[in-house]
Nanobody, 124 residues
Framework: VQLQASGGGLVQAGGSMRLSCAAS????????VAWFRQAPGKEREFVAA????????HYDDSVKGRFTISRDNAKNTVNLQMNSLKPEDTAVYYC??????????????????WGQGTLVTVSS
């Protein structure tokens, strides 16, 4: 499966932004799709995922209540709606696809297909 991320840019703190991850070349519904982010000098960290087995969403505590992940299997896309953005949300955001067990859903090494990354900058 190949992934293409889009939707990043510059937004003021408190604003909203929507990221999209479009998939091609695989059976999209059989993959867990997740969003990770990586700030300068930091490791890639888990943001959110929607499981291919349970269809449930999972979030890092830092984004719960602010971000919403959703998938549309008919369109082969996963979206990340980000509200109430904070400067600390500034990072390059990557979507990844894989088939992790639920206990490993937040581990980037489990995902084997990645989009190219899209930069989100939140100004204070």
């Amino acid at each position: 499966v190949q992934l293409q991320a889009s939707g990043g840019g510059l937004v003021q703190a408190g604003g909203s932004m929507r990221l999209s991850c479009a998939a091609s070349g695989g059976t999209f519904s059989t993959y867990t799709v997740a969003w990770f982010r990586q700030a300068p000098g930091k490791e890639r960290e888990f943001v959110a995922a929607v499981s291919h087995t349970t269809r449930r969403s999972h979030y890092d505590d830092s984004v719960k209540g602010r971000f919403t992940i959703s998938r549309d299997n008919a369109k082969n896309t996963v979206n990340l709606q980000m509200n109430s953005l904070k400067p600390e949300d500034t990072a390059v955001y990557y979507c990844g696809a894989g088939r992790p067990i639920l206990s490993a859903i937040s581990r980037p090494e489990i995902y084997y297909a990645w989009g190219q990354g899209t930069l989100v900058t939140v100004s204070s």
